[in-house]
Nanobody, 112 residues
Framework: VQLQESGPGLVKPSQTLSLTCTVS??????????WGWIRQPPGKGLEWIGR???????SYSPSLKSRTTISRDNAKNTVFLQMNSLKPEDTAVYYC?????WGQGTQVVVSS
């Protein structure tokens, strides 16, 4: 299984971030599998954002829940992250993962 994140590298404050994680070599609807998003701000540790499960249910970090949505397109085998009202502190490398498998990450900078 391989994961590939993609999205805009630069977003302005207050705008919405939309990232895509394309999964190959496996189905995102595989039983008991979860697909998550994690980020790492510069100079800081990893922060869990949320995940979506094989049944389609999602869960989120309490601190990000109010402005985050994780969804999926089963036909395209793709998982999405949408985060609203971006702030400069949302600048980070964003990763998607499934089990122990991680994508290479995509850099997002929030700046005007």
């Amino acid at each position: 299984v391989q994961l590939q994140e993609s999205g805009p590298g630069l977003v302005k404050p207050s705008q919405t971030l939309s990232l895509t994680c394309t999964v190959s070599g496996g189905s995102i609807t595989t039983n008991y599998y979860y697909w998550g998003w994690i980020r790492q701000p510069p100079g800081k540790g990893l922060e869990w954002i949320g995940r979506i499960g094989y049944s389609g249910s999602s869960s989120y970090s309490p601190s990000l829940k109010s402005r985050t949505t994780i969804s999926r397109d089963n036909a395209k085998n793709t998982v999405f992250l949408q985060m609203n009202s971006l702030k400069p502190e949302d600048t980070a490398v964003y990763y998607c993962n499934g089990g122990s498998i991680w994508g290479q990450g995509t850099q997002v900078v929030v700046s005007s």
